[in-house]
């Protein structure tokens, strides 16, 4: 059986994770997502909020499981006995970052394989970071397209939108 990990701060979680789930899913037996706890960088959601957004996401699917970690990715792979690390690649954003980091992850561990995924088209310029600042300029009906209702909800008590 092979166990991929999808790791990332889903803060929130969008609907361009959502397009990279769907599609992990369907090429491993179980696809574990692991909600970062402390990423370098300003978070909006607590690590509670963002595995509970994300397993209200995913619960449609039998394969998928939410696990929040902290520490190293590659030490949280080998946890959970997970091959595969999945990555989204956008178009001109992530190719330079991901490459470092599949390199640096591949020097410490051999036996896991990093696996990247292009983004959908219409997912392209989403970020969990754009669709925070575009809501809180006011554009709640241009966001509502970009994540599921209940993140709106999320949003809305953040008093994000
Ligand atoms: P990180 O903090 O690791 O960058 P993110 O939550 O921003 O975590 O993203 C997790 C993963 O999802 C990364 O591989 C990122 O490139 C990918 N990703 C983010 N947004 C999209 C999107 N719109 N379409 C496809 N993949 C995406």
Known sequence: MTIALYPGSFDPVTNGHLDIINRAASLFELLVI????????YLSFTTSERVDMMAKSVNHLSNVKVVSYTGLTISFAHQVKATVLVRGLRMSSDFEREFEMSLMNKKIAQDIESVFLMASLEYQFLSSSLLKEVATLGGSQMVKSLVPPHVIEALKKKNLI
């Open 34 to 41: 692991g909600v970062y706890d402390t990423p370098p960088k």
